[in-house]
């Protein structure tokens, strides 16, 4: 059982997908989860689905490009909740491109989401994760979503792989840093999960339409376990990494890909 009873924890990106579910399996241990996101009705739709089942969940409209949001969010958190035990940075956008025709401002979109997002999220709860952290029994976490993307580079996928690649050892360098707080730090990094932004890589690749259901089964292929990830495959992770059972645990990749990578 993953030991979460009564921590708090702060996802980004929770509204839909990996991070929702990871918020829905966090509250279902006895965690309370605030729930940020730019999609307002599908986040307050999360949180009411989590208060039916018993949790306890807040919403919070947050932009993870923005230092404010960031100041907002963990302070509504905080107020509403009494602390912070553990900060989930799950807000990611997804395209491919060829380098050729790559603006700068795709480049830049792509750091302010995938980087700039994570780095300030972890700047702006550090001090509520150290002061948590001082009290509890093993400390504080911090759960970083890389991918198989930052371990191993796609095609025309540059400016993703850049962006998961960079957190994969921004996490490491934190876990060294933070680690005399008692502050444990870990990259997880899911193989393709049919989630909307799994979706879309297929279509990406794909190009829509006829093509791709050739697509996906060829990434069907590509994952040795016969078949794509579900977001609770992800979301089991990212509670463990976050929960007391990782107490020993920091600047480790968690690769929950179904042997993509194995190969
Ligand atoms: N689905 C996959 O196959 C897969 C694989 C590897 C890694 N990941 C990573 O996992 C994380 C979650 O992916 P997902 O599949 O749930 O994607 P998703 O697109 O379903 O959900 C991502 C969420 O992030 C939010 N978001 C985007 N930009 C934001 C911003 N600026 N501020 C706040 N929120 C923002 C979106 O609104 C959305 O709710 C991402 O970091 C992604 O890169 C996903």
Redesign the pocket.
């Known amino acids: 059982m993953n030991r979460v009873d009564g921590k708090i924890a702060l996802i980004?990106?929770?509204?839909?997908?990996?991070?929702?579910q990871a918020a829905k399996v966090f509250t279902q241990n006895g965690g309370k989860v605030v729930i940020?996101?730019?999609?307002e009705d599908?986040g307050h739709a999360t949180v009411e689905e989590i208060k039916k089942a018993g949790g306890e969940a807040i919403f919070v409209r947050?932009?993870?490009?923005k230092e404010e949001?960031w100041q907002t969010a963990v302070k509504t958190g905080v107020d509403h909740f009494g602390g912070l035990d553990v900060l989930v940075n799950?807000?990611?956008?997804?395209f491919l491109k060829p380098t050729e025709e790559m603006t700068l401002d795709d480049w830049h979109r792509m750091i302010?989401?995938?980087l700039d997002?994570v780095f300030l999220g972890t700047k702006t709860a550090l001090p509520e994760l150290k002061k948590s952290a001082a009290k509890a029994k093993v400390g504080s976490a911090i759960v970083n979503?890389?991918?198989?993307?930052g371990i191993t580079g796609a095609y025309n996928g540059s400016a993703?792989c850049m962006s998961?690649g960079g957190v994969r050892l921004y996490t490491k360098a934190c876990a060294l840093e933070f680690a005399p707080h008692r502050i444990r730090v870990n990259s997880i990094?899911?193989?393709?999960?049919?989630?909307?932004?799994?979706r879309?890589?297929i279509d990406d690749i794909s190009g829509g339409g006829a093509a791709s259901n050739a697509v996906r089964d060829a990434m069907v292929s590509a994952h040795p376990l016969g078949r794509l990830?579900v977001?609770l495959d992800?979301a089991n992770g990212i509670v463990f990494l976050a929960s007391d059972d990782a107490a020993f645990m920091t600047g480790s990749e968690l690769v929950v890909d179904g042997g993509n990578t194995a190969q």
Not at 36 to 39: F, G, K, N
């Open positions: 980004s990106g929770a509204a839909r997908g990996l991070g929702a940020t996101d730019l999609l599908q947050h932009d993870v490009t949001d799950n807000a990611g956008i997804f302010s989401v995938n997002g979503l890389s991918s198989i993307a993703y998961k990094h899911p193989g393709l999960i049919d989630t909307d932004m799994g879309q890589v990830g977001p992800i």
